[in-house]
């Protein structure tokens, strides 16, 4: 099992997929931040108690119209407009990440390992060491779940070093909701990629893997699940609600007892059973 995990983390750092799709993290982070429009966006735009805009409270009328026509900058508004505004990173994050579009590296980085495995030769190297098939899918989850949480690291450190830049006046906002917020999001990210694991071992193309990572986190599943609660109307049970997505795009930054609750669930049981379904696909599988 030991020999397992150094030959994963070899493949980690030393593979070239890698650090593209971490290079893309960089990369999307500052196009979103470029592109993202603050109007419209309750998560940034609300106080931590809920109360008026915190972010742009200042904002006239009159310039507000300026931007929306055309007149301003295109994005986020004029930083002179915010002088006298506090801008919180907090919150900030907390609409970046809550779009899931950042779910999209953690399945291309899984779907790669997973499809590399059968496409080359290593899963030779993986007979020899692997004394039951499952520990391979073990010692991948170490993998994945060091991939997710430097994604959102250098996602953090780049929308950051955006704002201190950016925007006039800048602050960090509750750092202790902050760090719990992102630990969360960390295991979300991480029990998406455990689903799309299991996409990966059972279809073992990179194309239609890909896509449907690309499709889960725009939402379509939240489509499909909405679509199966109003067939069958289980009276304690919702299909919507015990879909990954739908708890990253509504976790609070704020903790929150029944909401946090119901995330952590979601994500204990999405690592277990797509784990186990990874694993009884390997276990069945000549990887010869």
């Known amino acids: 099992m030991i020999n397992l995990i150094k030959m994963d983390f070899f493949r980690l750092f030393k593979a070239r997929n890698t650090y593209i799709t971490l290079l893309f993290v960089v990369a999307f982070s500052l196009i979103l931040f470029g592109m993202s429009s603050a109007f419209g966006s309750e998560s940034m735009a609300k106080s931590e108690d809920g ?5 742009y409270s200042e904002i006239t009328e009159q310039e507000t119209q300026e931007i929306k026509s055309g007149n301003g900058r295109v994005g986020f508004v004029l930083s002179e407009f915010t002088s ?13 990440l809550s779009s899931g579009f950042f779910l999209i590296f953690s399945g291309i980085f899984i779907t790669n390992m997973v499809c590399d495995r059968y496409k080359c030769g290593f899963q ?14 073990v010692s ?5 779940f060091i991939f997710a949480a430097v994604e959102i690291i250098l996602a953090v450190a ?3 070093i955006c704002s201190v ?12 909701s902050l760090i719990r917020y992102l630990g969360m999001q960390i295991l979300m990210h991480y029990a998406f990629a455990t689903l799309i694991m299991c996409f990966a071992e059972l279809l073992r193309g990179k194309i239609v893997c890909i896509t449907l990572t690309c499709l889960l986190s725009m939402g379509i599943g939240g489509v499909i699940m909405n679509k199966l609660d109003s067939i069958f109307e289980f009276e304690n049970f919702s299909f919507a609600k015990s879909a990954i997505d739908y708890h990253i795009k509504l976790m609070p930054l ?3 007892g029944e909401l946090w609750g119901q995330a952590i669930a979601v994500v204990i049981f999405s690592i277990i059973v797509y784990n186990a379904i990874s694993a009884l696909i390997v276990s069945k599988r000549d990887l010869a």
């Not at 109360?51 to 972010?55: K, P, Q, T």
């Not at 006298?84 to 970046?96: E, N, Q, R, V």
């Not at 030779?124 to 899918?137: E, H, S």
């Not at 991948?140 to 994945?144: A, F, P, R, V, W």
Request: proline residues 2%; positive net charge; glycine residues 6%.
């Open 84 to 96: 006298d505004t506090p801008i919180k990173l907090d919150a900030l994050l907390a609409g970046f």
């Open 254 to 256: 704020k903790f929150d």
């Open 165 to 176: 830049f950016y925007f006039n006046n800048f602050s960090v906002g509750n750092l202790s």
């Open 140 to 144: 991948e989850n170490i993998s994945m």
């Open 158 to 160: 780049a929308i950051s």
């Open 51 to 55: 109360g008026e805009n915190i972010m």
């Open 124 to 137: 030779k190297n993986l007979n020899i060491y692997a004394k039951k098939k499952w520990q391979i899918v």
